[in-house]
């Protein structure tokens, strides 16, 4: 009898000890990150101890020496909720598999790189890369700071990890990072691919102008000018901080758009939108240097001029627009 009675005790203990260590390695996990996977150790504490509790609620399981006694309904419907509310808990503290530690370490890079100690910051992120070289934050660090620098191949290679190791709400940003790497090492295809993946991912609507901004950008060197023309309609309209160089930007994809175009109405179209969208890139430049370097591209030197705009020029809607920039002379 008494050996039936261990074997029978054995399952509530085994359920309570197992429960409680994995409570135990779930809160060391999200200090120190043993594992990086505190919320999966959360989890697993959180059945085993739902097990027990409903071992303890369901009639006919004798213990010896003792009894373990069957649970009330409201006992047990108030342990199942101390229970649940102990889980969120640990799911709110455990959505972001960083550990404590190491956002502190986070933290402490992000100040540097913020009072341009750049070196310092990266010898921050690299002693972390060190510990937790899988952790999604850390990668995007590490991308960053070599951005920064422009080693875009060391970027790259920190940016392609972080996507693996992203977490799904996080993956978008990883993608868009990853794609303006690609557009820097001049694999336009590539980058277009990435941002469509990014925006596929789950893009914040507040991100939407910067990213049609990046994709417009990336359709101009694929000598994709339609596209171009599109995203950079798209940062035009939303106007802010892009606005006045996305009207000139559009300007230049539907210059090289209509050098491929044949004589005829709708080349002739195109070439009083592109004159449009100059005067208007023109007239909402506001900082003295960027009006500086707009002029210089429209009227300056052989050297100085956009060859972007080369198929506007000699049209006289163009030298219009150049007379009314500097006056009859020009």
């Known amino acids: 009898m008494q050996a039936t009675g261990a074997r029978r005790l054995f399952t509530p203990l085994a359920l309570a ?28 504490a959180y059945a085993s101890l739902t097990a027990l509790l409903a071992l303890a ?50 933290r402490r890079g992000d100040r540097l790189l913020a009072e341009g100690q750049t070196d310092a910051a990266h010898l921050v992120y690299r002693a972390a890369y060190g510990r937790y070289p899988r952790s999604f934050p850390v990668l995007m660090r590490m991308g960053a700071i070599n951005y920064q620098v422009s080693d875009f ?11 693996e190791a992203a977490p799904a709400a996080s993956r978008w940003k990883a993608l868009n990072d990853l794609g303006q790497t690609y557009w820097k090492l001049k694999r336009p295809e590539e980058a277009l691919g990435l941002y469509e993946r990014a925006r596929e991912e789950g893009l914040p609507p507040d991100e939407l102008t910067e990213w049609h901004y990046r994709m417009a ?27 006045a160089a996305s009207y000139y930007n559009l300007a230049c994809a539907q210059a090289q758009k209509l050098a491929r175009m044949p004589a005829g109405e709708e080349r002739r179209r195109l070439v009083q939108e592109a004159v449009e969208n100059l005067r208007r890139a023109w007239r909402s430049t506001k900082n003295p240097d960027d ?40």
């Open 57 to 106: 609620f369901f009639r006919g399981i004798p213990v010896e020496p003792a009894r373990l006694k069957r649970l009330s309904v409201y006992a047990a419907f108030l342990l199942l909720n101390v229970l649940t509310a102990a889980y969120v808990l640990a799911w709110r503290l455990s959505a972001d598999p960083t550990p404590v530690l190491l956002s502190a370490e986070l």
């Open 153 to 163: 191949q060391r970027a790259q290679r920190y940016f392609s990890q972080a996507v």
């Open 17 to 44: 000890v197992v429960g409680g260590a994995f409570a135990l390695l779930a809160l060391v996990d999200k200090l120190v990150g043993l594992v990086q996977h505190p919320l999966h150790l959360a989890t697993l």
């Open 291 to 330: 009006l500086a370097a707009l002029k210089d591209g429209l009227v300056g030197s052989e050297e100085d001029r956009d060859p972007e705009l080369q198929p506007l020029r000699g049209q006289p809607a163009f030298n219009t627009l150049l007379r009314e920039i500097t006056g009859p002379a020009a």
């Open 217 to 243: 950008y990336a359709s101009f060197d694929a000598r994709d000018y339609d596209g171009a023309i599109t995203h950079f309609q798209e940062v035009a309209r939303a106007g802010g901080d892009y606005g």
